[in-house]
């Protein structure tokens, strides 16, 4: 469970270690015309809700040890994330300020802010971008200010490829599909490095709303690979929910070395 947690914390960038921004706050984004038009597309299509619920089937892989894992899961959009395991074994509540989670299979348990995730891993990562990945939306804020290039590339695969560059050593490749512009494949790549990470997308419908159905994250650096498989099922959306969370008395706190 810690595995899984910590994976869904960390996003897809569980090996890309740099900044989470891909476009600094000065200067000017050069962005071609058709791409601009994508990606106003995409953004329209962010799905509209207050909450979401249901179950999630998490698989973890890294080549030695494989998990699976049932999930239930709960989200209050923009502000709060919430997943447990079976009897309460493990939980986890996520917002914008803080993560939280405790595993009673080893009496640990870890409260703060997300500077813990992004020292163990090496990489800055946030509440956002969480929320992007498991709703199948860019992962990172698309914004036409800053420093940087959007463009969209010539491939072949029926889908709108759109390649985000900044100032960090990040590249994006957003893969929208042409029909409803949600994200079908997201890919990061640390340039000049080893680290890659890739998000592949399938949809169901939920009332009006297209929402992930499958992503499957694949992240690599030099031979080491690891693979996250999650599945939603049973989704159902803007019910009254309630985000129960307390760490049991006698745990022990998790700690990073400096």
């Not at 890294?62 to 699976?68: A, I, P, V, Y």
């Not at 923009?78 to 299979?105: H, Q, V």
């Not at 992930?212 to 009254?240: C, M, R, W, Y």
Request: charged content about 20%; proline content about 4%; hydrophobic content about 35%.
């Amino acid at each position: 469970m810690k595995k899984i947690i910590l994976i869904l914390t960390t996003i897809l960038l569980v090996s890309c270690k740099t900044k989470q921004n891909l476009v600094t706050p000065a200067g000017k984004v050069s962005v071609d015309k058709q791409s601009k038009e994508i990606i106003n597309h995409h953004l329209k299509s962010f799905p509209s809700f207050n909450t979401l619920s249901g179950s999630l089937q998490v698989t973890y892989n890294d080549g030695k040890n494989e998990q699976s894992l049932p999930l239930s899961f709960r989200m209050e959009k923009d502000k709060t994330i919430w997943i447990s395991a079976p009897l309460g074994i493990a939980k986890a509540l996520i917002t914008p300020e803080k993560a939280e989670y405790y595993n009673r299979l080893d009496s640990s348990y870890f409260s703060g802010d997300f500077s813990y995730i992004s020292k163990l891993l090496g990489v800055e990562v946030g509440f956002t971008e969480l929320q992007n990945l498991l709703l199948g939306n860019a992962l990172y804020s698309l914004s036409f200010k800053g420093e940087g290039t959007i463009k969209l590339l010539n491939e072949d695969n029926n889908m709108y490829n759109i390649e985000v560059t900044g100032e960090s050593p990040i590249e994006a490749i957003y893969r929208f599909l042409p029909d409803n512009y949600r994200v079908g494949v997201t890919e990061v790549n640390h340039l000049g490095g080893k680290q890659k990470a890739t998000a592949t997308y399938t949809y169901q419908q939920v009332d009006k709303l297209l929402l992930p159905h499958t992503i499957k994250i694949v992240a690599s650096e030099g031979d080491s690979n690891t693979q996250i498989s999650l599945e939603f099922k049973g989704l159902d959306l803007d019910k009254n929910l309630s985000f129960p969370f307390k760490i049991p008395s006698g745990m022990k706190e998790i700690t990073i070395k400096n």
